[in-house]
């Protein structure tokens, strides 16, 4: 089942923090991510209409590969359902036909203001398609765009699609320790950091 999760999200390692991070002093602090496109996606926040299909985007396999518990899940569903979707959770839309194919979140790091630390996951429809990839690279992009200098990705150390994903977008890895899951497992992990790439404007003379 862990290698079958390997192949599916990356998460295990941000999940836990997402059933407590529901007040209104942590939701401001996400206000400011935008929602974004890529060549097939529409990363957005969730509406109420979103449930069912949000719920089917989480099956036991890959509730399993990332050490989550049914709770977790049901949680996060039923927060969207509510209209009071979890903290930073964001859902991917198909731009072809509108169907979710997985979705994110993105979460304050700790101790590190400048920092959000992201996770995702794709649905069992749609998985092998390279969404992840194209998700990822927007919802960077969007990070840094909101004022947020480093983006962090945690991940178990056998998850090698989720390694490639991080060498793609050019996140380089920060450190190596066991991370115990919300299910109580206890697995090696490597947190992954991107920066953003900060050009230098070429100066202009003055005219005279």
């Known amino acids: 089942m862990l290698v079958v999760g390997v192949l599916l999200v990356a998460g295990g390692l941000w999940a836990w923090r997402v059933s407590g991070l529901v007040d209104k002093e942590v939701r401001a602090r996400h206000h400011g991510l935008r ?63 509108r169907a979710l194919v997985g979705g994110a979140t993105v979460h304050p790091s700790d101790n590190d203001p400048s920092s959000r630390t992201l996770g995702w996951w794709i649905g069992p429809r749609h998985r092998r398609a ?28 056998s998850n090698l699609a989720v390694r490639r994903i991080c060498d793609k977008i050019g996140a380089t890895e920060k450190y190596r320790r066991a991370q115990r899951l919300p299910n109580g497992s206890l697995v090696p992990s490597i947190w992954y950091e991107h920066r953003q790439v900060v050009t230098d404007e070429p100066s202009v003379s003055p005219a005279g």
């Open 35 to 97: 929602e974004v496109e890529s060549e097939r996606l529409l990363v957005r926040r969730p509406v109420p209409q979103d449930a069912v299909a949000l719920a089917a985007t989480i099956d036991a396999e890959m509730i399993a590969g990332n050490g989550w518990t049914e709770r977790e899940a049901r949680t996060m569903v039923k927060s969207v359902r509510s209209g009071h979707p979890v903290a930073g959770l964001f859902v991917f839309e198909s731009r072809s036909d």
């Open 130 to 157: 390279g969404y992840a990839s194209e998700a990822v690279a927007a919802l960077v992009e969007a990070i840094h765009d909101a004022g947020f200098a480093t983006v962090e990705i945690g991940t178990s150390e």
